[in-house]
Nanobody, 126 residues
Framework: QVQLVESGGGLVQAGDSLRLSCAAS????????VAWFRQAPGNEREYVSG????????YYADSVKDRFTISRDNGKKTVYLQMNSLKPEDTAVYYC???????????????????WGQGTQVTVSS
């Protein structure tokens, strides 16, 4: 089991940037698929970006490609999501998730992840 804590959310204006952090405790994230999801009120939980278990693949939702960048520190205990050129439609609660049994074809399926953080609110005003 790994505990995840997100931070870095806030209220910004359209065009601004934010960097979210997901800190793991209990163990490193080696061997875990790690992903950022987001959920706006009334919407389904949406995959944003993530790494495969081996770290060999990095994925982005089409809606955030070329604006968001996921990265991890060398100690593999923190994952970051750099969000640039934010838009009002990026407003949501952002969750970090990790799973050590997630197969590559199911990376976007939130049900495959069994470790979740509490979420951090990102609000982008127009």
């Amino acid at each position: 089991q790994v505990q995840l804590v997100e931070s870095g959310g806030g209220l910004v204006q359209a065009g601004d940037s934010l960097r979210l952090s997901c800190a793991a405790s209990g163990r490193t994230l080696s061997g875990y698929a790690v992903a950022w999801f987001r959920q706006a009120p009334g919407n389904e939980r949406e995959y944003v970006s993530g790494f495969s278990r081996t770290g060999g693949y990095t994925y982005y939702a089409d809606s955030v490609k070329d604006r968001f960048t996921i990265s991890r520190d060398n100690g593999k205990k923190t994952v970051y999501l750099q969000m640039n050129s934010l838009k009002p439609e990026d407003t949501a609660v952002y969750y970090c998730a990790a799973g050590n049994r997630v197969i590559t074809s199911s990376l976007r399926n939130h049900r495959q992840y069994d470790n979740w953080g509490q979420g951090t609110q990102v609000t982008v005003s127009s």
